[in-house]
């Protein structure tokens, strides 16, 4: 028996899997990460909060950010970035 051509049928009596044919983990309790489901109750919250209105859970969350004023990063007060050429320009500017 040789390999199929390109675009013939198969038949699965033939075509065999080292894989298992069920997930491995099929009969083991999944674990949950405490912190995705503290994440996942808080956005639920939030949700029912703003009756699962997305409008107005980002209108609130403007709001809050607005709040927070000089506490909130902003990316315009980041520094550049420098380039590769930059970094070598600046090393010279030491020596």
């Not at 675009?7 to 198969?10: A, E, H, I, Q, T």
């Given at each position: 028996m040789g390999l199929p051509s390109l675009?013939?049928?198969?038949d699965d009596a033939e075509c065999?899997?080292?894989?298992p044919p069920k997930n491995s983990?099929?009969?083991e309790a999944i674990w949950e990460d405490p912190?995705?489901?503290e994440v996942r109750q808080t956005r639920e919250k939030l949700s029912a909060q703003f009756n699962f209105d997305v409008k107005a859970i980002f209108a609130d969350l403007r709001r809050r950010q607005?709040?927070?004023g000089e506490r909130l990063v902003r990316r315009d007060n980041q520094p550049e970035l420098m380039s590769a050429g930059d970094?070598?320009?600046e090393a010279e500017a030491r020596n």
């Open positions: 675009g013939d049928r198969v065999r899997s080292s894989a983990w099929e009969n912190i995705v489901a607005a709040a927070l970094h070598s320009q």
